[in-house]
């Protein structure tokens, strides 16, 4: 089992983020065991640690796709991924303190995992032939996987912070 971390860019307008996401998976030629672990643009990890710590919860689990707690999502999507009380929160030191005060996790199930920061088994993304290019990629990929959330890794996501969640110029131009 190996991990792969992937941040493909689509410059087409509209984006093709989809099509970008599947053209990454596919370059790496990955096995049917391994894990792709998907970071939008605007989202990082802040501890040097917690890419390890996500890695060694995901070599233990049976989910298919798995989410990390964040910030900033739409969410409609999926609100058992955000920390409400840093969703307005700009100073990034409390970011990285909130990420230093998790000393353990858990998988929690939900519905779907937002992209921001997902993390797929090859063989599923082989399953259901990739992800789309509609605004709900996301959404349209986890529906129907055996899907968590894992409390113990928190990734910092810039999400619409400047122009609002309603902006989708990001998506369209």
């Given at each position: 089992?190996?991990?792969?971390?992937?941040?493909?860019?689509?410059?087409?307008?509209?984006?093709?983020?989809?099509?970008?996401?599947?053209?990454?998976?596919?370059?790496?030629?990955?096995?049917?065991?391994?894990?792709?672990?998907?970071?939008?643009?605007?989202?990082?990890?802040?501890?040097?640690?917690?890419?390890?710590?996500?890695?060694?919860?995901?070599?233990?689990?049976?989910?298919?796709v798995?989410?990390?707690?964040?910030?900033?999502?739409?969410?409609?999507?999926?609100?058992?991924?955000?920390?409400?009380?840093?969703?307005?929160?700009?100073?990034?030191?409390?970011?990285?303190?909130?990420?230093?005060?998790?000393?353990?996790?858990?998988?929690?199930?939900?519905?779907?995992?937002?992209l921001?920061?997902?993390?797929?088994?090859?063989?599923?993304?082989?399953?259901?032939?990739?992800?789309?290019?509609?605004?709900?990629?996301?959404?349209?990929?986890?529906?129907?996987?055996?899907?968590?959330?894992?409390?113990?890794?928190y990734?910092?996501?810039v999400?619409?912070?400047?122009?609002?969640?309603?902006?989708?110029?990001?998506?369209?131009?």
């Open positions: 089992m190996k991990f792969h971390y992937i941040s493909p860019y689509s410059s087409d307008s509209p984006p093709k983020i989809g099509d970008a996401i599947n053209k990454a998976v596919r370059r790496i030629d990955p096995h049917n065991d391994d894990w792709i672990i998907h970071l939008d643009q605007d989202a990082c990890f802040l501890l040097p640690k917690d890419k390890a710590k996500f890695e060694q919860a995901l070599s233990e689990c049976d989910y298919q798995v989410g990390t707690l964040t910030n900033r999502l739409n969410p409609v999507i999926c609100k058992e991924q955000v920390v409400p009380s840093l969703y307005n929160e700009y100073d990034v030191r409390k970011h990285v303190e909130y990420a230093s005060s998790i000393q353990s996790g858990e998988f929690k199930d939900c519905h779907v995992v937002a921001a920061c997902m993390a797929f088994k090859a063989s599923y993304w082989r399953f259901t032939d990739g992800f789309d290019n509609t605004p709900q990629l996301d959404i349209n990929f986890s529906r129907g996987a055996k899907t968590a959330i894992y409390t113990g890794v990734v910092f996501h999400y619409r912070m400047l122009n609002g969640v309603k902006d989708i110029t990001h998506l369209i131009k």
